[in-house]
DNA sequence: AGAAAATATGTGTAAATACACCTATGGCAA
DNA sequence: TTGCCATAGGTGTATTTACACATATTTTCT
């Protein structure tokens, strides 16, 4: 059964919690994704797809823990992303000299598809430097990364 | 087949892509998120579920679409997301006097859930601000929701 | 009043995400 | 050499997320 919630009780949650990071964060992730997801439409890839080819061309060939690592993503995560870029065509997954390892590489069809959303992440990146300016673009990469330092170092 | 990138493409694509607000906010939330979820593990609650309860807390009796716009937030996700509240028992799902919507409140039990949150919630995040100061916690939260205006002003 | 438009929500489907648990392989020590 | 433990990865399951499409009401216009 539902309950009124004291004014005052919503004050005292909302003071500590309308700063909570997480929450803020979040939120910025749907929005942002959605915004970027709109732009890379005409390539075919989704935003996350598109950060996932960035990386394996950055460092491919390149094994999947460590590839994860990188992205601060759980393994599992990737394993399953990756499987789908690969039913496209777009990546490839072979064994390494370690048996049991995978190895990550782009394929021709993937570095196309990444050559072709280049400029429209671009567009979409323009549209927030637009907006805020790109010393706050920095501003935002600096403190994200010191925040990822820190919950990692626990 | 796999193809070997060229250096001088791997620079090429890393220049214009290592700045990427999506890709770098998307990791942050990552991050941050398991750190808040297992911050609240004590409580049951997940980070997306303190963070539904705080906005349901703050706002009820409201309904659905409502709330999701103000959680920058699809409607449907809002759905499902209740739904498993309810489940649990923490708030209640209602007609209101328009049949066609429905009403969010707090039960008891979500509103016991919440309160026991919230100083686990405020541990985690004093965690962080020791690692980056109120100041620069101050400035990511005011420029990410500067990025959510932009991506919104479309 | 009746039809059309607008509003509020739900469902099918699929991607991204992570945890617990399981298998296969490699390395090292007794 | 064999037996143990560490390492690399996959699977089952569940949550968070959103889009396309469908349904139920309400409102508005003629």
Redesign the interface.
């Known amino acids: ?3 009124e ?1 004291p004014i005052q ?2 004050q005292a ?2 003071r ?2 309308s ?18 997801d709109h732009a890379l439409e005409p390539s075919g890839l989704k ?2 797809q598109f ?1 996932m080819l ?1 990386a394996v ?2 460092h ?2 390149i094994a999947l823990t460590l590839l994860a690592e990188r ?3 759980d393994r599992t995560t990737l394993t399953r992303d990756l499987q789908r870029l690969e039913e496209q065509g777009l ?2 997954i ?1 064994p390494g000299t370690d048996r049991r390892s995978r190895i990550i ?4 069809a993937g ?1 196309t598809a ?1 050559l072709a959303a ?1 400029p429209l ?2 567009k ?2 323009a ?2 430097v ?3 300016g790109e010393e ?6 600096e ?12």
Chains 1, 2 share one sequence.
């Open positions: 059964m539902a309950i919630i009780m919503r949650v909302q500590n919690s700063r909570c990071a997480a929450t803020n964060i979040r939120k910025a992730s749907r929005a942002i994704s959605q915004f970027y935003s996350t950060t960035v061309a950055c491919a060939p992205m601060v993503m990546l490839e072979s590489e782009l394929t021709k570095q990444l280049v992440r671009a979409a990146q549209h927030i637009e907006h805020i706050r673009l920095s501003s935002l990469l403190i994200i990364e010191e925040v990822v330092v820190a919950v990692k170092s626990d």
